[in-house]
Structure formats: structure tokens, C-alpha cells
């Protein structure tokens, strides 16, 4: 069974850096982009960022310039830098997994990881 567990979240003031992690086990297979979500309290659920196999990335632009996603294939391991962090990147931050065989797609979700920018 697929596990993605994430680890790193916390307490940060306005300006600061947090680095989540994120580590998927239970398979010998690679994903095709791994990607990292967040949700504030009653908003949806928003892409922050994703990275393909080929190491391509894609950022929301509300973090472009701030936050830093890299993948090691080998490890299945995607972390997410975090840097001048502001009160609005407050939310749970969550690890996907996603690939396709044989045209079916599969997504897979960490539990989730609270991040709070508050001084």
C-alpha cells in the first residue's frame, strides 16, 4: 500500500524558511510528477507546486520566487523549500503522487502538514 508521509511543518514568523519533506513508500514504482497542495481554513484545496520525473517544475505564482520544490527519483522524495514566508501561506500543506499506466491515472495524498506564519 502506497504511503506518502510528510514531515517539517511548524511555527514560523512572517520573513522565515520552513522545509517540508516528503517520503513515498510501499511500491517500487516512480511517479510521474510529485507535487505539493495547501488548504486554508475555508478556502479549497490549491496546487503550490510540481515537479515532473524530468525535473520540471510548475509554481503557483503566489509563491514563484519564494518557494523551491526538488524531487530525488531514486528516493522518491520531494521536498518543498519555503522561503520569506508570509501570514497568507498559512495553511495544511499536503504531498501528491501521481502517475499513469496503461491510460489510468492514480493520485495518491499525505496526511498533511500544518504550516503557521504568525509572529
Known amino acids: 500500500q502506497v504511503q506518502l508521509v510528510e514531515s517539517g511543518g511548524g511555527l514560523v514568523q512572517p520573513g522565515g524558511s520552513l522545509r517540508l519533506s516528503c517520503a513515498a513508500s510501499?511500491?517500487?514504482?516512480?511517479?510521474?510528477?510529485m507535487a505539493w497542495y495547501r488548504q486554508a481554513p475555508g478556502k479549497q484545496r490549491e496546487l503550490v507546486a510540481e515537479?515532473?520525473?524530468?525535473?520540471?517544475?510548475n509554481y503557483a505564482d503566489s509563491v514563484k520566487g519564494r518557494f523551491d520544490i526538488s524531487r530525488d527519483n531514486a528516493k522518491n522524495t520531494v521536498d518543498l523549500q519555503m522561503n520569506n514566508l508570509k501570514p497568507e501561506d498559512t495553511a495544511v500543506y499536503y504531498c501528491?503522487?501521481?502517475?499513469?499506466?496503461?491510460?489510468?491515472?492514480?493520485?495518491?495524498w499525505g496526511q498533511g502538514a500544518q504550516v503557521t506564519v504568525s509572529s
Open positions: 515537479i515532473t520525473s524530468g525535473q520540471s517544475t
Open positions: 510501499g511500491s517500487t514504482f516512480s511517479y510521474d510528477v
Open positions: 501528491n503522487a501521481r502517475r499513469t499506466r496503461l491510460g489510468v491515472p492514480f493520485a495518491y
